[in-house]
């Protein structure tokens, strides 16, 4: 059974720094591409960040590019997302997802190319 179990949000001041975990089960991690997203009161879910499988690189948003890191630890199952320099819009709930595709690449950040999702975990940025 795949499942993906998000943890680690939290509430934080602005210019603060948190670490997210995303730890699956029920599938080979390095063998897929995973995205972290976020979803910000009243808006759409956007996706932040997209690890190609097999050791690919990430792609990042603009939005989190310079301040946000994505790495795995395959013998953990465990991917992670370092947010640091975090300002209010920050705020949502970040969700990690897997892509349909075995040995896929990130491409076109479409949410379609994603087949389960986690539950997500709370992300707020407030002085």
């Known amino acids: 059974q795949v499942r993906l179990v998000e943890s680690g949000g939290g509430l934080v001041q602005p210019g603060g720094s948190l670490k997210l975990s995303c730890t699956v089960s029920?599938?080979?991690?390095?063998?897929?591409?995973i995205g972290w997203f976020r979803q910000a009161p009243g808006k759409e879910r956007e996706e932040i960040s997209c690890?190609?499988?097999?050791?690919?690189?990430?792609n990042y948003a603009e939005s989190v590019k310079g301040r946000f890191t994505v790495w795995k630890d395959n013998d953990k199952d465990t991917m992670f997302l370092q947010m640091n320099s975090l300002k209010f819009e920050d705020t949502g709930v970040y969700y990690c997802a897997k892509q349909y595709g075995l040995f896929g690449k990130c491409g076109s950040s479409n949410q379609n190319e994603y087949d389960f999702w986690g539950q997500g975990t709370q992300v707020t940025v407030s002085s």
């Open positions: 029920g599938f080979t991690l390095d063998y897929y591409p």
């Open positions: 690890t190609s499988s097999r050791g690919g690189s990430t």
